[in-house]
């Protein structure tokens, strides 16, 4: 009897030690999604920027917004002119609509690369 009751906790032991280890080839696999996701997150970064439509300008391609900050240009709010990198932009959306969209530098002008109308 003696025997069997030290053969117990060694058993339980082992189990224990392969349970550990497989929880941390576990915890492995996981911390290296969640670097995917970061990096996911840092290629879509750019935030949508709200404002009001004060102008669109199917001639010149252009639209006025009167706009909140714009973090990744580091730009204020103010009412300024936008140059559009789809002209399909131009037809979505019309003089007073409330947006959100995605403004970028191409050269030394601005462009609105994503528009939507705000809900
Ligand atoms: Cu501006």
Same mark, same amino acid.
């Given at each position: 009897m003696k025997s069997l009751n030290t053969l117990i906790p060694v058993t339980v032991?082992?189990?224990? &030690?392969?349970?550990? &280890? *497989?929880?941390?080839? #576990? *915890?492995?696999? %996981? %911390?290296g999604k969640m670097g995917e996701m970061k990096m996911d997150q840092s290629a879509a970064?750019?935030?949508?920027? $709200? %404002? !009001? !439509?004060?102008? !669109?300008?199917k001639n010149a391609k252009k639209i006025t917004i009167k706009h909140g900050a714009i973090k990744n240009l580091d730009m204020p709010g103010m009412t300024m002119v936008f #140059?559009?990198?789809?002209?399909?932009?131009? $037809? =979505? !959306? =019309?003089k007073g609509d409330k947006v959100k969209f995605r403004a970028a530098m191409? %050269? &030394?002008?601005m462009v609105i690369t994503e528009i939507r109308l705000a809900k």
């Open positions: 032991f082992a189990i224990a &030690s392969v349970a550990s &280890s *497989a929880a941390m080839a #576990q *915890a492995t696999m %996981g %911390g970064a750019v935030e949508m920027t $709200e %404002g !009001v !439509v004060r102008k !669109v300008d #140059q559009t990198a789809d002209p399909a932009v131009l $037809e =979505q !959306v =019309q191409d %050269g &030394s002008a």
